[in-house]
Structures are given as C-alpha cells and as structure tokens.
T-cell receptor
C-alpha cells in the first residue's frame, strides 16, 4: 500500500469548514483513499473513501485531485466533537489478492475551538 | 447491532504474566487484525488473519501470539517475552468497505 503524508496538527474554529490535506504521491491506479478518525481512547471510526471521483456523505466530503496524488477531507461545519486524530490511508481492493493490511501513520490532530 | 467487541476495556497484569485479550465479531468478516497504539503514535500491526485457521505476523509480532479457531473470534495473547506490553490494543475486521474497529483494551503491566 502507498504511503501517505499528513500535517501533524491543525486548528479550526467551531462552525467553520475544516480542510485536512493528505499527500499520496505514490498511489497506484487501483488504490482507494480512505479516511478514519480516532477520538481519544476509542477505536478509529470510518469516515469516507473514494477512488477518483469526489465523494460526500453525512459526515464529510472527500476531494481527490485529478492526478490522485493528494486529497482533502472536508468537514463542512466543524463542531467540538470533531476534535480527533484523522488518518488518511490508501489501499488496494480486497479482491486484488493483497493482504490489505492498512498502515496507519500518526495522522493529523484536529483541534476544534470555540 | 453488528460490531466488534473487545474485552475487557482495562486490564492490569503483573510483569512476567501472560495475558489474553478477547476480540469477537458478529459481522461475518473473514479478515481480522490486531493493532497496538502507544501514546501519540499511530497504529502498528501485530498479527492479522484472512481466514479461519490461518494468520500472519505483522510488523511487531515478537512477544505476541494469536489463534483463529472460529471466524468470530481472534484472541491475542501478550506473552512475558513482550518487553513493553503496556499499550492500547485495537482489534479490527475488514470488508471491501473498510475497517471496523473495536473500542480497544488498555493493558497496563506493573
């Protein structure tokens, strides 16, 4: 699985959009981009994933650049409860025969403030 | 509700004792994983299993052992050979849509 690079920390005011970047310049054509978040002392929670099109769900939006070398997770109206560590991961589909063991880096620690 | 159950949430053991962490899932997922997390660090893979009766070492398997006798269960044993066992342990299962994690077990060895 390709490696990702994220800033170690970011701040965001409550009610504003939080834009979390991720670089994955070595991503392969069949690798998906996944985002998870981990609130302190809990298991990571799935947020969203995508291949090349932008994706949106009830939690967030995912913008993937045309060359797929980077992406941005957008929390449109951040709340205090969104304070967490956000992990960006890339991986191939399960049916490719790879082990699909994901590598979690240190992520971005998002602090939402009043 | 379907999910992954890890128990107990907090566990204390004396140095030199083996301890087994439980992980049960009712999601019918084939692949299961154990990760370790230290303060301020990312997740490091200990062991994973893609199917019953089969498992592979991850990046930091030394001092740990696992079994996968049933699809639903993937227990992790932290042996006395593990030099720094105090950590937060996370179990996960995987389908095409991604990982589902348990709530974790915080192990403290004194």
């Amino acid at each position: 699985d390709a490696k990702t690079t994220q800033p170690p920390s970011m701040d965001c005011a409550e009610g504003r959009a939080a834009n979390l970047p991720c670089n994955h310049s070595t991503i392969s054509g069949n690798e998906y981009v996944y985002w998870y978040r981990q609130i302190h002392s809990q298991g990571p929670q799935y947020i969203i994933h995508g291949l090349k099109n932008n994706e949106t769900n009830e939690m967030a939006s995912l913008i993937i650049t045309e060359d797929r070398k980077s992406s941005t997770l957008i929390l449109p109206h951040a709340t205090l409860r969104d304070t967490a560590v956000y992990y960006c991961i890339v991986r191939a589909p399960l049916n490719t025969g790879t082990a699909s063991k994901l590598t979690f880096g240190t992520g971005t620690r998002l602090q939402v403030t009043l | 509700d379907g999910g992954i159950t890890q128990s107990p949430k907090y566990l204390f053991r004396k140095e030199g004792q083996n301890v087994t962490l439980s992980c049960e899932q009712n999601l019918n997922h084939d692949a299961m994983y154990w990760y370790r997390q230290d303060p301020g660090q990312g997740l490091r893979l200990i062991y994973y299993s893609q199917i019953v009766n089969d498992f592979q070492k991850g990046d930091i398997a030394e001092g740990y052992s696992v079994s996968r006798e049933k699809k639903e269960s993937f227990p992790l044993t932290v042996t006395s050979a593990q030099k720094n066992p105090t950590a937060f342990y996370l179990c996960a299962s995987l389908t095409g849509d991604g990982y589902t994690f348990g709530s974790g077990t915080r192990l403290t060895v004194v």
